[in-house]
């Protein structure tokens, strides 16, 4: 029973901290290109008004690397220590927004490398104090952060991010990362029965580790299954960061301070209830986590990219732009359900790759989720590194092309996959056979 209580403690503890770092992370991507811009408008010289997009590829990229060590270092380095070292990592990067400048900021989405309905809490009170101040355009980041400025600020038409916003909201960011910080730190360590990387397991050398990485790589299944996990991360990079631009490029969205946030709502209600749904589902139906759910997110996906598409000036990823959409403009009622169709995808495509890793290679289940990592980050560093470049219809055609060709690999994987898992169970059955 006391096991059981310190199991659940250290679930707890582990879903709080790491609802915190994704709070803090995932709701500053949503706005993190249009702040840059807002802060190169001002400040030119400080950093570039693509920086936003670039260091989030940064980010990408490093991770895409890290994820080949990681099964590795886990080895010599303990679950709580690593859990405090990258938490910290995202402290960092929120922190250098009370000093920006490009050296800074890109070494700390390097770093970054190695739970939206709060967030979405967050950048609502953060608007409703400014706007209710009146200090949407006009304090400089010279007079709080000892910058020397010679450019003339004059008001824009686009939503505008002022420097009062962008230093509240990512205080605010910091300091529910710091909590995650804390949280990790404080995390209860002791062994438990029956853990799966316990220290009186057997540990095997760094060069054993990379060999079962490398023997993971080149099977064919991750091979195939790289489809899907590139289509992750274009998926993922696209609804983060491009989309939410979008929404503060659009000059005639100026006045609809709030869209972020309710993006923000959105995507979090959408990720709630689709975990409950498969959950439930998967008690039900044998394999719900499969084939179903792949076709139920990439459906999903696609519908999304289609509904945004229409909705969204075609050059509004790249700059502030008046063009108006292909056929009507986005309101709260239709950012809110783009979002939640958003978070209900989302939710659906991690869940198949969570349950194709854990089956695929059941003797290589961590290094085939850090190879689904790996080339989730290499497709989502390489759309944002061409982001400053592509029209929403770059990213319409990506995406679908990338969805259906995903979805035709998963199912040849899966159903390789399973038809294997079923010749395994007959002959345990015919082996476990009593004779007559």
Known sequence: MASSRFELLCIVLLGVGQMCIMTGYDTQSFILESVIHSV?????????????????????????????????????????????????????????FFFLNSYYYYITSA??????????????????????????????????????????????????????????MYAAFAAVTIFANITFLVMPSKEVDNCIEGRNKNKTTFIEQMHRMYSAF???????????????????SFWLSVYPTTLTFNINLSEKIYLPAIYSVGVGTGEIIMGFFIASMSKRKKDFGLQPTMTIGCSLACLTILLITVSTPVDSPMRPTAQLPLLFQPNRIIVFLIALMIGLADSALNNVRTVICAIVMPDRRAQTFSISKFYQALGGSVLLFLSSKMTIYHYTCILLVSSILATVTFFHVAKKTQKMERKFTVEQLNRNRVPL
């Open 40 to 96: 190169n408008e001002r400040y030119p010289g400080l950093i570039s008004k693509y920086a936003g997009y670039y260091g989030q590829a940064v980010c990408w990229g490093t991770y895409m690397i890290a994820t080949i060590f990681t099964p590795s270092l886990l080895n010599y380095l303990s679950p709580k220590m690593t859990l405090f070292l990258g938490s910290l990592c995202y402290t960092l990067f929120q922190i250098g």
């Open 111 to 168: 770093l970054m490398g190695v739970g939206m309905l709060l967030g979405g809490g967050i950048l609502a009170l953060v608007f409703a104090l400014t706007s209710a101040s009146g200090s949407n355009h006009g304090i400089y980041l010279n007079d709080t952060l000892n910058f020397n400025s010679t450019i003339p600020f004059t008001e824009e038409k686009e939503r505008s991010f002022s420097d009062k916003e962008i230093l509240l």
């Open 218 to 236: 080149s099977s064919r299944k991750t091979m195939l299954l790289s489809a899907v996990f590139v289509n992750l991360g274009l998926w993922t």
